[in-house]
């Protein structure tokens, strides 16, 4: 009566799965009404223009004016698409290359003719913040629409279906309480929802993945994200009650719905106890 009723890993993981289906579809649905919000389709177009524009620029000029200025260019790939700038023997880049060019505004006719050019295209500077705001506007849309499809799914869901069930959860025949059996409150539900799953769980991997994409932090990013998945899955099975991290911040634990006794309160608690323990007396005695 007093015990958790603890659940088979299938059923658990079978829930955990149908919980990430409908979060993946609804953080995508959100995501695509924060791009129309904020006119996502627009702002990345228009990098692409800018970043066309530099490469076509690029491929027809920057190789005299390079020379000229003393810098090594070299192409690779089939149409070019890969180079590397070198000056004196070390590494440079297109925007010393330009900015040499804009500060002597040509030496000679090529590189003249590259300067007028250079004058119409959009600033390197400008390219450069177009595309840091497109990977912000990506990054936003990405951590709104979860922050949504968690506190629809997670939290939202949890509340109207009682004790702490998903979708996933009602399905499976899963609920949470807390280890003592006692109903988990709005505040677990929250510190579960939103500390421990959409924060550290979600968030901050997702953060780190950014930051190894577009922020150069490098390979210490995924280490971190498989130290996160790793610890996870540690104190999944390592665990007494099988509580990973978002269960830990909110007390929780997940049981059989069918099974478990669920008391309302620590009071109801200590009253049933009580008459349980009185009942024991009672029949020893007898």
Request: aromatic share 14%; proline share 2%.
């Amino acid at each position: 009566m007093f015990e958790l009723r603890k659940i088979g890993i299938v059923k658990r993981l079978s829930a955990w799965f149908l919980d990430a289906i409908l979060l993946a579809v609804l953080t995508t649905g959100f995501m695509f009404l924060i791009s129309l919000i904020c006119n996502f389709n627009y702002e990345q177009d228009l990098a692409t223009q800018y970043f066309n524009e530099w490469e076509d620029y690029r491929k027809e000029y920057v190789s005299g004016v390079a020379s000229y200025y003393g810098f090594t260019y070299e192409e690779s790939g089939e149409n070019g698409e890969n180079y590397s700038i070198t000056k004196d023997g070390e590494p440079s880049s297109l925007e010393a290359v330009v900015k040499k060019l804009a500060e002597s505004k040509g030496g000679d006719s090529e590189t003249a003719a590259a300067y007028e050019k250079y004058l119409t295209l959009t600033p390197v500077a400008n390219v450069n913040a177009q595309y840091q705001y497109v990977y912000t506007l990506l990054f936003t849309m990405l951590s709104v629409g979860l922050l949504l499809a968690f506190l629809l799914l997670e939290f939202i869901l949890p509340i109207i279906f009682k004790n702490g069930q998903t979708v996933g959860k009602k399905v499976f025949g899963i609920c949470l309480v807390r280890p003592n059996c006692v109903k988990i409150t709005i505040l677990s539900l929250f510190a579960r929802t939103f500390v421990g799953k959409y924060a550290i769980e979600t968030m901050f991997p997702v953060a780190l993945l950014f930051m190894f994409l577009f922020g150069g932090l490098g390979i210490l990013s995924l280490i971190l994200i498989a130290a996160i998945f790793l610890l996870n899955i540690i104190l999944f099975f390592a665990t007494k009650n099988r509580t990973p991290i978002h269960d830990i911040f909110a007390y929780t634990v997940a049981t059989d719905m069918k099974l478990q006794m669920i008391f309302q309160s620590e009071e109801e608690l200590i009253e049933k106890k009580t008459l349980r323990h009185d009942e024991t007396v009672k029949t020893s005695k007898s």
